[in-house]
């Protein structure tokens, strides 16, 4: 899955940033939350899905454009939350099961 981030999309990705720490969302506190290394070495370990799969299973557009993923733990179970661009220029989050 390609990864699309634009000057069009910085603004709605800024905004999306601000929505997170705003609302004090898991995505917002880093604690708790893999760094890049540690998701790769999950996935890889299977300990998670990747996030292609995941995105799959929940029927997300494969062309959409994704602004932010984190890999965090929610009460003992990991889970990502990824910021999705819609069509429309829309920002939202999307919380699935990493497992």
Do not use: F, H, W
């Amino acid at each position: 899955m390609k990864t699309k981030l634009s000057l069009k999309s910085v603004g709605a990705a800024a905004a999306l940033a601000l929505a997170l720490v705003a609302g004090g969302g898991t995505a917002a506190s880093a604690a708790g939350c893999l760094d890049r290394y540690q998701i790769q070495d999950a996935v890889s370990s299977g300990q998670i899905k990747s996030l292609d799969t995941v995105l799959a299973e929940a029927g997300i557009d494969p062309n959409a454009e994704i602004l932010s993923v984190q890999v965090c733990d929610e009460g003992g179970g990991l889970i990502y939350v990824i910021g999705v661009l819609n069509p429309d220029g829309t920002a939202r989050n999307v919380t699935l099961s990493a497992q």
